[in-house]
């Protein structure tokens, strides 16, 4: 699943275009179709094609996973969940094999959201808070060391699930999350309330860490979905199972947390006692 820095690639391609004429800031939509009914969350399918007909786009941004479309009258957000992606592109036809919904520009561009598993969604809101408002906390944003500490002192669960709970923090999902917790020295599964206030700064700079580098190499790119990124050539424990830690030599060790794959050091990253 794209996270925070793969879904804020995305975003900046659709602000700024893949070559010339392909940023959607500014175009105005002509028309829509939506291929399969279920990728729009709301409103109806139909009303979604009659409502965004002749909307301009004025902004193009992220909040958490979700990619957020300012446009003259409403908001058009995207979850791309498993296997989702948006492709621009000049064609009349349908961009890419599994495309859900197409959006047509007055300059002939197409937003084409591929979605081979059927799992991503799209709103068209009045008010994006309705489907936003339920997110934690930006984890590049203004959040403090203070303020993060407080939140994890506030919770009984292990840090790796309490992390990919979009609801605490909004963005970080399985590979960010290893990145950090091993950045910071922590094992997954410590009790979020026994952090010290020395560890939370030290896992809040972790987080902001992996993210910015992801964001700076476009993402990564080790499934079958997302392209582009090459931040999968610089993991520190994330898919390297039994390959020597790049600080002390262990090998990697992986285990399951809350039914997702974890990597972390077994020397580096002690539990707690």
């Known amino acids: 699943m794209p996270e925070l820095p793969e879904v804020e690639t995305i975003v900046r391609s659709l602000a700024e275009g893949q070559g010339a004429g392909t940023s959607l800031l500014g175009r105005r939509v002509t ?59 000049f064609a009349s036809a349908p961009l890419g094999t599994h495309s859900r919904l197409q959006l047509h520009f007055d300059n002939g561009l197409q937003l084409s959201f591929q979605d081979p598993r059927k799992f991503g969604r799209a709103w068209l809101v009045a008010e994006p808070e309705t489907v936003l408002g339920g997110l934690g906390p930006e984890p590049l944003g203004g ?27 909004a963005g970080l999902g399985n590979i960010y999350a290893d990145e950090a917790l091993w950045a910071a020295r922590l094992h997954p ?52 199972t039994d390959e020597p830690c790049l600080r002390c030599g262990t090998p990697i060790s992986r285990t399951v947390v809350g039914q997702r794959g974890t990597h972390f050091c077994r020397k580096c990253q002690k539990p707690s006692k």
């Open 31 to 89: 028309r829509a179709r939506v291929a399969w009914e279920r990728t729009v969350a709301a409103p109806s399918a139909a009303a979604f094609v009659r409502r965004i007909r002749g909307q301009r786009v004025e902004r193009a941004g992220r909040r958490g996973k979700f990619i957020v479309i300012t446009l003259d009258q409403d908001t058009l957000l995207f979850h791309l969940r498993m296997s989702g992606d948006l492709l621009l592109g």
């Open 143 to 169: 959040l403090t060391p203070r303020r993060f500490h407080a939140m994890l002192a506030a919770r009984n669960r292990q840090l790796k699930p309490l992390l990919l709970d979009q609801t605490f923090l």
């Open 189 to 240: 599964l410590k009790p979020a309330h026994s952090v010290t206030k020395q560890e939370a700064t030290k896992l809040l700079a972790g987080i902001r860490k992996v993210l910015r580098e992801g964001i700076r190499r476009n993402g990564a790119s080790i499934d079958w979905v997302y392209r582009g990124g090459d931040f999968q050539n610089y993991f520190n424990v994330y898919q390297r």
